[in-house]
């Protein structure tokens, strides 16, 4: 089984460009998340799906946009990349409880 | 003061001792308590689950809770060369989402042949 899976694995950007994090589920999972990992500070929550059709803020949301395109799909987009954003992001899954489902991450730097 | 406080380590042990992983709270709310092992580049896995206090145990792993002293613990007995990962523990107030779960930042254990 898949679980979880990100793209891309690895992504190096300039200052003040353009992408977009894909997250995929195929566990049948209604919510969705998206996590930054940092040195120090542990797992951070960037935003969240708790179903399809929503999307909520996290704890550190500045500078981020998500969308849930189905059940299965849940992405992150960074309009105006800055430095502050080099980190590691993980997306994850949970069915109804707070049992989290974690892709293998995707390695941002931002230069 | 973070809510959640976890050495960060690095934790050394021979292969065959057995571990302790504390993380201590501030949130007497708390009312389910995890624990995650992350391997190098990769992303964490749920490793434990525990409801209140009390203990659980999964093969070489024991999850013990004491929320009289905001305290949780993982031990691992005969710890092996694979067990070598980072251990983040993780809690909430049982809201049914993971929206409000508190993490810490995680321990780093070496497990050495």
């Known amino acids: 089984n898949a679980g979880v899976t990100q793209t891309p694995k690895f992504q190096v950007l300039k200052t003040g460009q353009s992408m977009t994090l894909q997250c995929a589920q195929d566990m049948n999972h209604n919510s969705m998340y998206w996590y930054r990992q940092d040195p120090g500070m542990g797992l951070r929550l960037i935003y969240y799906?708790?179903?399809?059709?929503?999307?909520d803020k996290g704890e550190v949301p500045n500078g981020y946009n998500v969308s849930r395109l189905n059940k299965r799909e849940f992405s992150l987009r960074l309009e105006s990349a800055a430095p502050s954003q080099t980190s590691v992001y993980f997306c994850a899954s949970s069915p109804t409880d707070e049992k989290l489902f974690f892709g293998s991450g995707t390695q941002l730097s931002v230069l | 003061q973070k809510e959640v406080e976890q050495d960060p380590g690095p934790l050394s042990v021979p292969e065959g001792a057995i571990v302790s992983l504390n993380c201590t709270y501030s949130n007497s709310a708390f009312q389910y308590f995890m624990w995650y092992r992350q391997y190098s580049r990769k992303g964490p896995e749920l490793l434990m689950y525990?409801?209140?206090?009390g203990n659980k145990e999964d093969g070489r792993f024991t999850a013990q809770v004491d929320k009289s002293s905001k305290y949780i613990s993982l031990f691992i007995r005969d710890s092996q060369p694979s067990d070598s990962a980072t251990y983040l523990c993780a809690m909430s107030y049982g809201t049914g989402t993971a929206s409000k779960l508190t993490f810490g930042t995680g321990t780093r254990l070496q497990v050495t042949l």
């Open positions: 525990t409801y209140s206090s």
């Open positions: 799906s708790a179903s399809e059709g929503t999307t």
